[in-house]
């Protein structure tokens, strides 16, 4: 048996440095990580919320990231 996960859409977040982190729809929700992160931060119900939880993530006083779908 396999632990597989198979990402529906993806959408990378770029930051004036460049990417800061992305979104996964997943069957069950968004979710979102930062590029250093090992594991997803958390499991949102729509891509606006995810957007915003990626936001919030990043330091203090960042501007909104541009999301790019891949």
Known sequence: MSDSTT???RWVAFGA???????H???DGFH???IDDAEYRGSY?????AK???????????????????
């Open 7 to 9: 990402v529906e859409q």
């Open 17 to 23: 440095a460049g990417a800061v982190g992305s979104i």
């Open 25 to 27: 729809r997943m069957g």
């Open 32 to 34: 979102v990580k930062l």
């Open 45 to 49: 119900p729509s891509l606006e919320v």
């Open 52 to 70: 915003s939880a990626l936001h919030a993530a990043l330091t203090p006083g960042s501007d909104w990231p541009e999301f790019r779908e891949h």
